[in-house]
């Protein structure tokens, strides 16, 4: 490499500011199918509730490639339930600068008994709030601070 042209280069990029980085853009993950998670019927029965914190790699196809608990709901079975439902999710995946990359993300699963307060109308219930009186449990992926490219 020529050092004068380098130096010629680099003076022009900056005089020109065509260096300039641009910012990058990024996207979260957007859930594309409802979650199933199963309420472990045990627990239901016994009036049990806990909440499962997992966390799970997104892939470039929106399909879930690894799920490991984060934080641990204090039962076993909430956790199994937790982690079996995984594979069943879709996203739209994480992007960067529109191109779809893998990403970690935290995902609450909230294993809730108590039924949707009956004023507010389905349609209007924000899906993290949403409750059931059948056996399930609800979820809504956060962001996680790790982010994977290959």
Same mark, same amino acid.
């Given at each position: 490499?020529?050092?004068?042209?380098?130096?010629?280069?680099?003076?022009?990029?900056?005089?020109?500011?065509?260096?300039?980085?641009?910012?990058?853009?990024?996207?979260?993950?957007?859930?594309?199918?409802?979650?199933?998670?199963?309420?472990?019927?045990?627990? /239901?029965?016994?009036?049990?509730?806990?909440?499962?914190?997992?966390?799970?790699?997104?892939?470039?196809?929106?399909?879930?490639?690894?799920?490991?608990?984060?934080?641990?709901?204090?039962?076993?079975?909430?956790?199994?339930?937790?982690?079996?439902?995984?594979?069943?999710?879709?996203?739209?995946?994480?992007?960067?600068?529109?191109?779809?990359?893998?990403? /970690?993300?935290?995902?609450?699963?909230?294993?809730?008994?108590?039924?949707?307060?009956?004023?507010?109308?389905?349609?209007?219930?924000?899906?993290?709030?949403?409750?059931?009186?059948?056996?399930?449990?609800?979820?809504?992926?956060?962001?996680?601070?790790?982010?994977?490219?290959?």
């Amino acid at each position: 490499m020529n050092p004068t042209r380098t130096l010629a280069a680099l003076a022009l990029c900056l005089g020109l500011g065509a260096c300039e980085r641009k910012p990058v853009v990024e996207t979260e993950p957007v859930a594309l199918t409802p979650p199933s998670f199963q309420y472990p019927e045990d627990l /239901w029965d016994a009036g049990v509730e806990g909440k499962t914190v997992l966390r799970i790699l997104i892939t470039e196809q929106g399909s879930v490639d690894s799920a490991r608990v984060e934080t641990p709901s204090g039962y076993a079975a909430f956790d199994s339930a937790a982690l079996a439902g995984t594979s069943a999710l879709r996203f739209d995946p994480a992007k960067r600068d529109g191109t779809p990359v893998r990403k /970690w993300v935290l995902l609450p699963v909230e294993f809730d008994i108590a039924p949707a307060d009956s004023a507010k109308p389905a349609a209007a219930a924000d899906e993290s709030t949403l409750k059931t009186t059948t056996p399930a449990a609800s979820a809504k992926p956060e962001a996680a601070q790790e982010t994977l490219t290959q």
